[in-house]
């Protein structure tokens, strides 16, 4: 059974927005992103409308980057991590669009890019917009501890990216970094318990949409420039890469993850970044910039996610996980 969509017309993202916190603006990649905040409150009084005042930023500045307006845009494919989405649904009371709200925890970036370039691609819609953004302070609050607690975390554990990050998937004539194809993940559970450990919950998913890929396309790893999946960080990224040795493909040469890219990597972050936020900022500023001045013409683009709610947690569920894989290419 194939999971992979080809796009006959091969849907451009014309313009994209990011936005990080000040954490993110000091790593690897914050000369990248568009909007660097000074303060991780944005001028808001919470956390919570803090992300949400992100997502509305990108979301805006994305449709700016496009040379469109809001009468363009057909369609709004966001998500996030909140519980109801709240950052995606309040953030669309902002844009008089058509509004599909989705979750697909960390990798509800890919999943939109699929699901826009879906909508596009059937010439059903001419501009689709993909969002999707994190907060530090809101995960913790909501999946771990109060930050007040000072807890202790733990060395496999990751560091929540603040920011967020936008793309205009379109029908648009030109030249343009396009989606050729997507493979819809599954969802994949290896029995990994600790809420901490998320490159070992999603790695097996990333894997699995990996390997799927390769076999709808017939396409081998160095077909593509690059393999970025979205948020597995260092630990998870090893373990992507022993469990596609042991099936005979190697990614050695071409794989990065968003998760390890983010941040300069210490004992502070462990094993690098995670969130929503994180592959939807290092897709939306760096990887996008690359395409367009060609130092990369073939990238795919794998964002994971861990499906766990606090509920499931507490109750002792194991962590099941989903990864998409799009294609994107240089092309007219």
Not at 13 to 21: F, Q
Not at 164 to 179: D, N
Not at 194 to 204: I, Q, V
């Amino acid at each position: 059974m194939k999971s992979t969509i080809f796009f006959k017309n091969r849907p451009a993202i014309i313009g994209t927005s990011t936005i990080c916190g000040p954490k993110e603006s000091q790593g690897n990649l914050g000369e990248y992103v568009e909007t660097r905040l000074d303060d991780d409150t944005f001028g808001e009084e919470t956390y919570e409308k803090t992300e949400c005042k992100m997502l509305s930023h990108v979301i805006e500045n994305s449709i700016l980057n496009s040379n469109l307006s809001v009468e363009d845009i057909d369609c709004l494919i966001s998500g996030d991590l909140l519980n109801q989405i709240i950052s995606s649904s309040f953030s669309a009371r902002k844009f008089d669009v058509p509004y599909l709200g989705i979750y697909n925890a960390c990798s509800t970036m890919s999943e939109a890019f699929a699901l826009s370039a879906t909508l596009v691609d059937g010439g059903y819609m001419q501009n689709v917009i993909s969002a999707t953004g994190s907060h530090f302070s809101t995960a913790e609050r909501q999946y771990r501890y109060p930050l007040e607690l000072g807890s202790v975390r733990p060395p496999q554990s990751q560091w929540t990216v603040t920011g967020a990050g936008s793309a205009v998937i379109s029908a648009k004539k030109g030249f343009y970094p396009r989606i050729t194809c997507a493979t819809i993940g599954k969802v994949t559970d290896f029995g990994i318990t600790d809420a901490n450990n998320m490159g070992a919950a999603m790695a097996p998913a990333a894997f699995r949409s990996l390997i799927n890929h390769f076999e709808d396309t017939k396409r081998e790893p160095n077909y593509y420039d690059l393999i970025v999946t979205g948020d597995l960080g260092a630990l998870g990224s090893r373990i992507l890469k022993h469990l596609t040795k042991e099936r005979g493909v190697n990614i050695d040469k071409n794989h990065v993850d968003c998760g390890e890219l983010i941040y300069n990597i210490d004992e502070k972050e462990f094993q690098g970044g995670s969130g929503a936020g994180c592959s939807a900022v290092v897709m939306n500023s760096y990887i996008y910039q690359k395409l367009i001045k060609k130092d990369l013409n073939k990238v795919l683009f794998i964002a994971t996610g861990a499906l766990l709610s606090t509920l499931s947690t507490q109750q002792g569920e194991s962590i099941p996980a989903i990864a998409h894989a799009v294609a994107i290419e240089n092309g007219v």
